[in-house]
């Protein structure tokens, strides 16, 4: 919109220039006194379309000066004052209004159109009692430049509806784009590890003439997971409410030992529930363990050395229940602890086995709490380690558990 208003006020002021610049050719031709008046002002409209140019976010304040330099023309057609009353300059003003509509600005129009009618109730001081024939045509050009400021307020509020619906559509835009990069990065991270497991299993599947029950059991579980983190993300992505149940606290922590025995085994870790597995959350298990606790996790597994133990424990403290995972790497970095509940992005770090990420696991886990009434919290373990807690709302017992 400002790139129009642009291009418009260039238009007018280089119309205004040449224009001056003719009646300065016209004078040379015709005869007479040099126009020095018309020169001068054909110099400064050139001026303000060159300053213009130069710097485009002047436009406002040149916008107003090129009205002065408009009105100091207009004046100079009506001096010095003649017998004749009705001139050419007093039909012409009133397009000044129409040069603030151009431009969208209300308040160039307003200035305009007071301008204005102060020249033609200052031709009617200087000539009163006017004759009757100059009387009505000074008459209708007020009414015509009050009709001209009615007008130039009329397109000012079609050009905010204009904008208004555009800025709403671009919002609209906005949040459907930032939803599917959000459902995309989700399910792009999400997936890798599922996806690595899958590939391992292929390949082992090659190695031996025939296939373990082990194997085939870690194509179904990974299978599986991929399918729920596609479904969960879509859930995410999407604006209609993700379904909630009574989760057992319990249920959560065979979850993770199932989606996560192969990564567990890879390293010789463990993962060992501590405290809190009588509790129950609400929440939608599948979006929990894949996108929220399976980043937490994933981190917790990639920072810890060969062969350590990672604790899972829950506290229930008023209506919330706190699932914290906790390692004994080498801790955040203060970076993290700064933004990473907050789900702002941080760099990446190698893991203990050289192992790489995206830096997207927190802000993932982060971005899917909060559809499920829930937040993160990040710290370092005075004893040493990292523990991430998710923190979501407490359900009562006996209540409606997921299918």
Known sequence: ???????????????????????????????????????????????????????????????????????????????????????????????????????????????AMIGVLGIYAFTWLEHRPLLRTDLFILTNLSLATVASGLAAFGVRIQHRRFTETLRMQAEDLRKELDTRLRLNA????????????????????????????????????????????????????SDVEIGLASVPVASVWERLQILFSGRLAAKDQKLVPTEGAEHQVRTNLEVLCNSVLGNVLD???????????????????????????????????????HRGERGRRYPSSIGTEGETGSAHGLRIAALCLQRLDGRLEVRNRDTGGAAVAVVLPRAEAGASRPA
């Open 1 to 111: 919109m400002r790139r129009a208003q642009l291009r418009t006020f260039r238009l007018v002021v280089s119309i205004g220039a040449a224009g001056l610049l003719a009646m300065v050719l016209r004078g040379i031709v015709v005869g007479g006194p040099f126009p020095w008046d018309d020169l001068a002002n054909a110099v400064s409209f050139l001026a303000i379309l060159i300053l213009v140019t130069w710097e485009p976010g002047w436009l406002r304040a040149l916008s107003w000066l090129g009205l002065a330099a408009l009105f100091v023309n207009a004046v100079d057609g009506l001096v010095p004052a003649t017998v004749e009353v009705i001139r050419p300059a007093h039909v012409l003003v009133p397009l000044l209004v129409l040069y603030g509509a151009l431009l969208g600005d209300l308040w160039l129009s307003l200035a």
């Open 186 to 237: 989700i399910i792009f991270h999400d997936i890798r590890n599922p996806l690595g497991a899958l590939m391992a299993a292929a390949e082992l599947a090659k190695a031996k003439p025939r296939a373990e029950p082990e194997d085939l059991e870690t194509v179904d579980v990974m299978s599986k997971r991929i399918r729920a983190i596609i479904n969960s993300a879509h859930e995410i992505g």
């Open 299 to 337: 981190n917790a597994i990639k920072f810890s050395s060969r062969g350590a133990v990672i604790q899972l424990a829950a506290e229930a403290a008023g209506a919330e229940v706190r699932l914290e995972i906790r390692d004994r790497g080498p801790g955040f970095p203060a970076i993290v602890l």
